[in-house]
């Protein structure tokens, strides 16, 4: 009954039901766990002499003056009354809700719930909700859910109310009670109805803590369950080619230890006959491409062919570029596909990936068209994996005969979580960077010291060297109040003493070749200055580039800050990251410090799991949940992991009581993650 799509609940039609699939809600059981992202304390009411101006109060008062409408010039109305306890007085307007004059009374008691301001000494709220006794929505802990076109908190609170009525009881818990009293997790019921109907704040954490563990549970089952299907899926046996050794040796550069850990690891696994689905996580700069580089070319040496995926029309050139240029000696046909190449250009890519003349194909998100045919895939490479959606990766894989997988991502995450996250991948990782780089000198910049970061500027510039500038915004907006964006920082340096020819701007909205010739000039030194958003996190590599500058850094992931430090520091001169924030939040400087303090990834992924808990890397942090209702930290990671551990060797000795839980682990994930 879970499974039920909503529309069997009374009020949802075809439209309502669309709205609701559009964030999610498509079952019984997705409105069950559709989490609330924030909760009001609504359940205590303030005298007037204690309220906290600017903050939502729930104050009770006896209305003391006649209601009264007073229209202005733009046709707009105000309701207006005012009210009164022991302590003191309040005005109160409604706009545009006349109809809420019939429904207060003069001299009569209400509770009211809304944002109260002083004005001249005197208290006023504005559209408050009110009631004559506290009930549904006022004397609760109310539950505000994420909301799209079409819906509304109250329309959701009804249909939850409606499917708690007919189908709360078809929630049967999912773990044994002896898994439950061992671990101090409440009930699956109980801990559904306090996220949707909490008493207090107390038990609001223990059953968000229920519902992360539970969900962690069935996902892990879920891909370990996949991981088996791929295990047993027979692949291409990819043995390594003697003329490999002679290639590394060729190489300008010696493989560090940990490159060559990883490289025996990949080959090792391809050479079993069975899917390898594998993960190389490893820092910015650590290396992995060239290791994705050599396993393509011994894919190819034996006759099948290889396609590496990545994000960006400037990273599949580049990759390409940089193939050409250290491997251009081989015989061995390589070619790159991205969407803005010209019709004719791509048919003839298309018909020699077809025919099987085309060995290697790096590619954009262009690869999974359905246009394309491989003749013998045997190995598929994404890289940056986190920015493919699950279904674009399985759409190459599924363009070839269970092929080799294996997914770079540079935002490493600690081992423990990583093997969570990635619980179908076995995982390679590269430690260490190679020797030699200096490491890049990061900076916290304030309004004080901008004067001064400009002068260095300066200085570096007119030495030859270049310099990134990253805004988080193209354009200014009145949403995003002191926030400089591209756009602005463009045009004030070709007002101030730069020629126009040094500053170059680049961005999102720009057609592919505007942004190519931007990228060219910068790569070959004419362009000086290059200010853009962060589309060039990823894929811009120029070894002049030494500053790297970031407007409004606190509004960045530290993840996505570590990406963007590493477009410099490629090349022997020293090089600089500044951050520049004007952010008083304590929260915003300590994260902007750990960046401050270290270079290493890891370091900077453990730092930041510790501030912001491992819901966001896991997608499922419910955004807007405050942070104290989060009591999701490793412990209870490795308690999730604990549970799927013996709940998988029971599954795999046939133990029948715990059908339940894989049919709901595959339930939820199977278009997902492809569970056959």
């Known amino acids: 009954m879970l499974n039920k799509k ?200 223990k059953s968000i803590r229920y519902i992360e563990i539970e969900k962690l549970i069935l996902m892990q089952i879920a891909f370990q369950k996949r991981k088996n299907i791929i295990k047993s899926n027979k692949s291409k046996t990819i043995n390594l080619n003697k003329n490999i050794k002679k290639i590394i040796e060729k190489l300008p550069f010696e493989l560090t230890q940990y490159q060559k850990k990883v490289f025996k690891e990949i080959t090792e696994d391809m050479n079993k006959g069975t899917s390898m689905n594998r993960l190389l996580q490893g820092d910015v700069g650590s290396g992995k491409t060239i290791i994705a580089f050599l396993t393509l070319i011994n894919v190819s040496f034996q006759g099948y062919q290889g396609a590496l995926m990545v994000p960006t029309e400037v990273l599949a050139k580049q990759h390409f570029n940089k193939f050409k240029k250290m491997f251009g000696y081989l015989d061995i046909k390589v070619e790159v596909l991205y969407s803005s190449l010209k019709d004719k250009k791509k048919k003839e890519i298309f018909s020699k990936i077809k025919t099987g003349e085309i060995s290697i194909i790096i590619g954009t998100h262009s690869l999974i068209q359905k246009e394309i045919n491989f003749k013998n895939l045997a190995y598929i490479i994404t890289d940056e994996q986190h920015r493919f959606g699950v279904e674009q990766r399985a759409s190459l894989v599924n363009k070839g005969e269970h092929p080799h997988n294996l997914v770079m991502s540079a935002t490493p995450i600690p081992r423990t ?73 463009f045009n004030n340096f070709l007002k101030g003493n730069f020629k126009k020819e040094d500053v170059c701007l680049l961005h999102g909205k720009m057609s592919t070749d505007e942004s190519e010739k931007i990228i060219n000039s910068f790569s070959e030194g004419k362009c000086k200055i290059l200010i853009s958003t962060t589309v060039i996190e990823v894929g811009v590599d120029i070894q002049n580039a030494t500053i790297m500058i970031i407007i409004n850094a606190e509004r960045f992931g530290l993840a996505q800050l570590h990406q963007l430090r590493g477009r410099v520091g490629r090349g022997e001169k020293q090089s600089y990251c500044f951050l520049v924030s004007d952010s008083d939040k304590e929260k915003s400087i300590k994260r902007l410090n750990i960046l401050e303090r270290t270079t290493n990834g890891f370091e900077i992924s453990k730092e930041d799991l510790k501030l912001r808990g491992p819901g966001e890397f896991l997608g499922t942090k419910q955004s807007g949940i405050p942070e104290e209702f989060l009591n999701f930290d490793m412990e209870n990671i490795d308690i999730s992991k604990k549970i799927k551990d013996i709940i998988m060797k029971n599954i795999n000795i046939n133990d029948k009581k715990y059908d339940k839980i894989l049919k709901e682990a595959v339930d939820i994930y199977k278009d997902r993650i492809k569970i056959s």
Do not use: C
Not at 39 to 66: G, M, W
Not at 86 to 100: R, T
Not at 437 to 455: A, D, F, H, S
């Open 417 to 489: 979580l990583a093997m969570i996250i990635y619980n179908d991948l076995d995982i390679s990782t590269i430690d260490k960077n190679p020797p030699g780089r200096k490491k890049v000198k990061t900076y916290i910049i304030n309004n004080e010291n901008k004067g001064k970061l400009y002068k260095f500027l300066k200085t570096k510039i007119y030495r030859g060297e270049q310099a990134y500038i990253v805004s988080p915004i193209i354009e200014d907006s009145d949403k995003l109040e002191n926030i400089s964006s591209a756009q602005k920082i």
């Open 6 to 205: 909503i529309s069997i609940i009374s009020g949802i039609g075809p439209k309502y039901e669309e709205y609701l699939n559009n964030i999610g809600i498509k079952t019984i059981r997705d409105l069950f766990y559709y989490m609330p992202y924030d909760y009001e304390d609504r359940r205590f009411p303030t005298s007037l002499s204690e309220v906290k101006t600017n903050n939502k109060n729930l104050i009770k008062i006896k209305i003391t003056k006649e209601p009264r409408i007073i229209r202005t010039r733009g046709n707009l109305t105000i309701l207006t009354t005012e009210g009164r306890d022991d302590s003191g007085k309040i005005e109160i307007k409604w706009f545009n809700q006349n109809f809420i004059k019939n429904k207060i009374i003069n001299n009569k008691t209400y509770y009211l719930f809304g944002t109260i301001k002083r004005d001249k000494g005197k208290l006023n709220i504005t559209n408050p909700e009110f009631s004559s006794q506290l009930g549904d929505k006022l004397g609760v802990i109310y539950p505000k859910y994420s909301l799209t076109k079409g819906l509304t908190n109250n329309f959701i609170k009804k249909i939850v109310n409606k499917v708690f009525d007919s189908y709360f009881n078809e929630l049967d818990d999912l773990f044994p009670k002896e898994t439950l009293n061992r671990y101090n997790l409440i009930s699956r019921k109980e801990a559904v109805k306090n996220i949707h109907y909490p008493d207090d704040f107390e038990k609001l954490k």
